[in-house]
């Protein structure tokens, strides 16, 4: 399991450097902290399991990423072949359950308990716009 912690930190070093120069970049360090503390593998009996899910999707080279539709998604650059899709379909449900979304990844839709997508209609017409805003999730 002490493998787990370090490949769990080297994937997280490119978040942290772009976040320190970002306007949230003051909470990096405790944010960091707490990441480490949630993602201790003696707290998460299947993270070994979603490691090697995460290590067995396939490489795609992203085009579109749209964060502002009802499903959060990201477009391949080059259209998949059967066997990719079939394997990131795969490696996708690997991870099950997913706790937020709908996702859509390179043609592959993921539902979610908690529909995200939902709860922002409800929301989306009575708040001021966020355009040009920094906005935590505290939930």
Request: proline fraction near 8%; charge should be positive.
């Amino acid at each position: 399991m002490a493998g787990c912690s370090s490949v769990i930190a080297r994937r997280f070093e490119p978040f942290w450097a772009r976040l320190a120069f970002t306007p949230a970049g003051k909470w990096a360090p405790h944010l960091r902290q707490l990441a480490t503390e949630r993602l201790d593998p003696e707290r998460h009996g299947d993270l070994p399991d979603w490691l090697t899910a995460l290590a067995g999707l396939p490489a795609i080279e992203s085009g579109a990423v749209r964060l502002d539709g009802p499903c959060v998604s990201a477009a391949p650059q080059a259209a998949l072949d059967a066997a990719t899709r079939q394997a990131l379909r795969a490696g996708l449900e690997a991870l099950h359950p997913w706790r937020k979304g709908p996702f859509c990844l390179h043609g592959v839709r993921i539902d979610a308990e908690w529909r995200s997508d939902w709860k922002w209609a409800r929301l989306a017409g009575a708040i001021a716009p966020l355009a040009g805003r920094l906005v935590r999730d505290v939930g």
